[in-house]
């Protein structure tokens, strides 16, 4: 019995899993082109960190299994926040767009730096809205699969 149910369990979470990351990456652009999500919707790809890093965690067969987000990131996307930032970075102007330089370049001495400030993200959920999505499909999985079982049967899926 404990097999079917972990197998149950187990596609629950990669279905959130999935979910998630297809949020995250529908519609990207990385790189030069990269444009943040509008507040209030999942973050749009750029280097593929977020997405890449969200993973079951727990023992495979187990009834428990959690999908998390491992990204140092993953929680203030989700949840939104603020960010004190300690000020320091090289940056300079151009067309009117603030360009960041690597406080490691050559030309960083030169530059002027930003004054500490605080940054607010707004909130852009990933992690929540995959986990409502999957809800309902979710529990018919299990229900299937207790059913399955009380009936002598092995689990298959839906």
Do not use: C, W
Request: charged share 25%; no cysteine; glycine share 12%.
């Amino acid at each position: 019995m404990k097999r079917e149910l972990a197998t149950a369990v187990e596609e629950i979470a990669e279905d959130v899993q999935r979910d998630a990351q297809i949020s995250i990456t529908t519609g990207s652009v990385s790189g030069k082109n990269h444009k943040p999500s509008a507040p209030g919707t999942p973050p749009n790809n750029d280097l593929g960190g977020l997405s890449n890093g969200i993973i079951i965690t727990g023992t495979p067969g187990a009834l428990t299994r959690r999908v998390v987000s491992t990204a140092p990131y993953g929680a203030i996307q989700e949840l939104g926040g603020t960010v004190n930032n300690p000020g320091g970075q090289p940056y300079f102007i151009k067309d009117g767009e603030f360009i960041p330089v690597s406080k490691s370049s050559p030309a960083a001495a030169r530059l002027p730096k930003t004054k500490p400030h605080t940054i607010t993200l707004p909130e852009r959920p990933y992690m929540r809205p995959a986990a409502k999505k999957n809800k309902a499909r979710g529990v018919r999985k299990m229900a299937v699969a207790v059913d399955h079982v009380l009936k002598g049967g092995k689990f298959r899926g839906d």
